[in-house]
């Protein structure tokens, strides 16, 4: 576990991956054959061979995953069209899990919607999905999963807002939110943690924020996430949400760099044409002017080998592009 620096090793039990794995599967109609299209060293992808292997057929995975090759959204749809026809042959329903980069590429690949909507469930989790990506892919027929959880949960175990059965969350100081039950993890393998991100018994405090709304969980990023800039607190997930749903921009990651005379700066990595102007003005209209960050023009974003955005690659590009900022 652990996008934000040194891995974390995390003892999950034979009873922490047989409960995820029924959970999920009850609350998505029974179990399934699983595309594995997430590393196995990942939550997702560990989740998803499990579900497979107490399932009804074993798991298949993807040629590329694990970083064998880089992923390509024809190639991919083309193993996921010879998957489909063979389980559904079989008379089983047919699942895969991705995160929201691997979504947005096969949306934009001819034939891809109409792929993933052959598909019974797409899960997509392993970072923030936007409304607007969530509702471009459901309008073209996919029926997409959002799924919250983490390596400490083993995966998800919060499927669109809702807690799968026997899984606890509660919302404790700071907006924080916390997962208990039979998914939680015993533990990390070397104590202690870093703080924010602690064990008590069957229920972590994760480090994220959230809240209730009409009943369903709302995630709004890291604790660590609010940074001050220019004496404003700014919530750089804030910015994040809402500039991956401005036109133009298919993909974008915000990270905070420490500045010697604002307190924090914030980098944006944008992957589109968007015009830089609007995206500045959209940020200050809606968030104020403290949260505009600095707009960086990328092709890709640094990836973890589960998908996640690599933050310290990113912080590190920020600091790079704050120095050639002062050089003018």
């Not at 576990?1 to 047989?18: D, I, W």
């Not at 995953?65 to 390509?72: L, T």
């Not at 974003?301 to 900022?325: H, I, M, N, T, Y």
């Amino acid at each position: 576990s652990g996008s934000t620096g040194a891995p974390r090793g995390v003892l999950l039990t034979a009873t922490n991956l047989r409960m995820s794995s029924r959970l999920g599967d009850d609350r998505l109609g029974g179990p399934a054959a699983w595309l594995v299209a997430l590393p196995p060293t990942s939550a997702g992808g560990l989740i998803a061979v499990t579900r497979s292997v107490l399932g009804p057929l074993a798991p298949t995975p993807w040629t590329g995953v694990g970083g064998a090759s880089r992923f390509a959204a024809a190639g991919f749809l083309t193993e996921l069209a010879e998957f489909v026809d063979r389980v559904t042959a079989a008379g089983v329903s047919a699942r895969v899990s991705l995160v929201p980069t691997q979504l947005v590429r096969l949306l934009d690949e001819p034939g891809g919607a109409a792929g993933l909507a052959r598909l019974d469930a797409v899960l997509v989790g392993g970072g923030p999905l936007s409304p607007g990506l969530l509702a471009r892919a459901r309008t073209s027929g996919v029926p997409v999963v959002r799924s919250y959880g983490m390596t400490e949960t083993a995966g998800g175990c919060v499927f669109d807002g809702l807690p799968l059965d026997q899984v606890r969350v509660s919302i404790g100081p700071d907006s924080q939110i916390r997962v208990g039950g039979p998914t939680v993890a015993a533990g990390y393998l070397h104590p202690p943690t870093r703080p924010g991100m602690t064990f008590d018994g069957d229920s972590v405090s994760t480090g994220d924020r959230g809240e209730f709304r009409d009943g369903r969980l709302t995630v709004f990023g890291r604790v660590d996430d609010v940074v001050a800039v220019r004496g404003s607190n700014v919530d750089r997930s804030a910015v994040e949400l809402l500039l991956m749903g401005c036109p133009g921009v298919s993909e974008a990651a915000v990270t905070s760099v420490q500045h010697e005379t604002d307190g924090w700066r914030l980098v944006a990595f944008i992957i589109g044409d968007p015009d830089p102007d609007s995206l500045r003005t959209v940020v200050a209209d809606q968030l104020g002017p403290a949260a505009v960050p600095t707009i960086v023009a990328v092709e890709s974003l640094p990836r973890l080998p589960g998908g996640k955005v690599d933050l310290p690659s990113l912080e590190a590009e920020a600091r790079l592009q704050l120095d050639r900022e002062r050089e003018k």
